[in-house]
């Protein structure tokens, strides 16, 4: 199994920045894509961003341009940079990915708790 932590969150101003860890662990042979997801209240989870083993990222058009999302593969940790914060950015955030556990078997990690996100007007 992989557990996620999420880590970061806290409450900030309209135009602020936050910046988001997370760290997977448990028996990982390695790390394909790496995926922020958020979670706002009555509403479904969403992806937010992912950044490939290359370092190649796509974003939600939500948060293009104010979101950076990267990683290091020596701590199988994801970050996301989180700039010019909206009110209607405020959510749980979670981390997932694909991770390879033997040869050829793919899964994803369990979910963990989130971190909360709140931005205030």
């Known amino acids: 199994q992989v557990h996620m932590v999420e880590s970061g969150g806290g409450l900030v101003q309209a135009g602020g920045s936050l910046r988001l860890s997370c760290a997977a662990s448990g028996s990982i042979f390695s790390i394909n894509d790496m995926e922020w997801y958020r979670q706002a209240p009555g509403k479904q989870r969403e992806l937010v961003a992912t950044?490939?083993?290359?370092?190649?990222?796509k974003y939600a058009d939500s948060v293009k341009g104010r979101f950076t999302i990267s990683r290091d593969n020596t701590k199988n940790t994801v970050y996301l940079q989180m700039n010019s914060l909206k009110p209607e950015d405020t959510a749980v955030y979670y981390c997932n990915g694909d991770f390879v556990i033997r040869f050829g078997l793919i899964v994803k990690g369990n979910w963990g708790q989130g971190t909360q996100v709140t931005v205030s007007s």
């Open positions: 950044i490939t083993s290359g370092g190649s990222a």
